[in-house]
């Protein structure tokens, strides 16, 4: 019989699968493979190709040329010009669409993915994105900041070269607004964290972890929202990413490589997304928020129900997708 679980983070109830589930190997959709160049002559982020991408803001470089670069998004989804103005209006409620949109290019190296990429290369991106997050706070028409990463098609890139996005809002997403008012109730009934109290029983249960370093565990929560869907946790209490150290950075980086790693191999290299979700660096000592990384791999589609309904349906029980992935062997 299936289960219909309560994901109290996301605040949302998804509906299990059981007996009838999936098995993970039905998810593998092996591509066509396709050997892709460390460099190609019509990518926009490869080097020697800079001016394709002018309005670089900064990049970090070595004796060979840059590692990393950041530059604004072309197609921004927001205006870096201008002044946050609301209006309210009866029901006519809005903001001025002002804000920051870069895009973070992690490698001169058109084929890498995190999973392939070096450690040291890896912890640099990390580095990276805390910098901008504290650097995009600064702004005061900024309210809140997203780091995310969109691979492939079925994740919504429309380029194959390794990059990540960071995105500074006028407004905090009403997701956000839900959720945290949901972690300070729990915290109020309890007088504990609620990521703190998950990561706690996910630890005790074992069965859904996938890898335990020395700062951070990743798993796949008791109520995953889609198939092989994975949090990373930290383990010291902190409201904001921009709160994590240089030691937790590089385990961090450890920790994410490994997880998508075995995501690459097990499943094929299939698309996915990860966001870091986080509160505002002001927030780092808030006692009910716990920032986290949620990484999505594309291996299903969403359906009418849950467009409809508000749920999600996951077809592979969250124990079987973890012990899939806990048994996919990698290299360091």
């Known amino acids: 019989m299936p289960e219909i679980r309560l994901n109290l983070i996301a605040r949302k109830w998804v509906i299990i699968a059981k007996e009838k589930g999936k098995k993970p190997e039905e998810f593998v959709k092996p591509k066509v493979k396709k050997r892709q160049p460390e460099f190609l ?8 190709n800079e001016s394709a991408s002018p309005d670089e803001i900064s990049r970090i470089s070595d004796e060979k040329g840059w590692k990393i670069r ?6 921004s989804k927001l205006s870096e010009e201008g002044e946050k103005r609301r209006w309210d209006s009866g029901l006519k409620k809005g903001v001025s669409g002002v804000g920051i949109h870069e895009v973070i ?17 890896l912890n640099e991106v990390i580095q990276t994105y805390r910098e901008r997050f504290i650097e995009i706070y600064g702004d005061q028409r ?23 996005q ?30 703190c109290k998950t990561l706690e029983d996910e630890l005790r249960d074992g069965i859904r972890i996938l890898l335990e370093t020395e700062y951070f565990v990743s798993f796949v929560p008791y109520a995953a929202l889609s198939a092989f869907h ?3 946790f930290p383990k010291r209490h902190s409201g904001s990413f921009a709160d994590i150290r240089s030691e937790e950075g590089r385990d961090l980086t ?60 996951n077809p592979v029980a969250p124990e079987i997708s973890a012990e899939f992935l806990r048994n996919i062997m990698i290299s360091s």
Request: net charge negative; glycine share 6%; proline share 7%.
């Open 166 to 195: 960071v995105i500074g809002l006028p407004i905090t997403p009403l997701q956000m607004r839900n959720r945290i008012e949901g972690y300070i109730k729990f915290s109020d009934e309890t007088g504990e964290c609620l990521m």
């Open 230 to 232: 994975i949090w990373i």
């Open 254 to 313: 450890i920790n994410l490589r490994a997880t998508l790693s075995k995501i690459y191999y097990g499943l094929d290299n299939p698309d996915f997304n990860y966001v870091i979700r986080s509160e505002n660096p002001v927030n780092t000592n808030s006692k009910f928020f716990h920032w986290y990384l949620s990484i999505v791999p594309r291996v299903d589609t969403a359906t009418g129900f849950e467009l409809g309904s508000g749920m999600h349906i």
């Open 105 to 121: 290019i992690e490698t001169p190296l058109h084929n890498l993915t995190p999973a392939t990429m070096s450690v040291d290369q």
């Open 70 to 75: 950041i530059v604004r998004n072309k197609f």
């Open 41 to 48: 002559q019509t990518c926009p982020f490869c080097p020697s």
């Open 142 to 164: 900024v309210e809140h900041v997203i780091i995310f990463k969109n691979s492939g098609t079925s994740a919504g890139t429309s380029l194959e070269h390794p990059v990540s």
